[in-house]
């Protein structure tokens, strides 16, 4: 029980790394093929650019966790902690209905990808790899929604103040 709650906890935190240091290592590697050899490849290219991607979308769920995504709070400070509360609810099913539907086609263009045997230029595997970052995003951003949305019924029926996330000015 204790590991999964880590997992949850770091879990976004540990792929965002991996997929960063990725990215910086082959970037530099790529740099210095070109400046020192004067020859580049496609595949570092790819590495460096699929490696962003699973940033992105990573990157996207873990901001749904910490309620990091840019918004437009000013509402919010008028309001009382039950109406945040319902507002951030409402908000969160909306995102979750949103996430469900790409979730499906972002699937359905996985499975299109499989079907045709679609490799990339330079690596030669299945694009499939690379485009699963999106469902892969989208599956972390349900679950983080529903996390979410539990953690402010919750904060609704104790009538605590519900999470607003980290403020990045004052």
């Known amino acids: 029980m204790e590991t999964l709650r880590k997992i949850d906890r770091d879990a976004e935190r540990w792929l965002l790394l991996v997929f960063y240091v990725m990215l910086v290592i082959t970037m530099a590697i790529e740099v210095l093929r070109r400046e020192i050899f004067s020859y580049s490849s496609i595949w570092g290219e790819e590495i460096v650019r699929y490696s962003f991607i699973y940033l992105a979308w990573i990157g996207a769920a873990a901001a749904v966790k910490e309620r990091a995504h840019i918004r437009i709070d000013v509402l919010m400070h008028y309001l009382g902690p039950r109406a945040k509360a319902l507002l951030y609810i409402i908000g969160d099913i909306v995102m979750f209905l949103v996430a469900i539907v790409a979730l499906y086609w972002s699937i359905e ?11 990339t230029a330079g690596l030669r595997i299945s694009q499939a790899w690379f485009l699963m970052a999106v ?23 104790d009538g605590t103040d519900v999470y607003e996330g980290d403020k990045l000015f004052d």
């Open 109 to 119: 263009t996985v499975h299109v990808s499989l079907n045709f045997g679609s490799v």
């Open 135 to 157: 469902p892969v995003g989208f599956t972390l951003i349900i679950w983080r929604l529903l996390q979410s949305v539990y953690r402010d019924i919750k904060a609704l029926r």
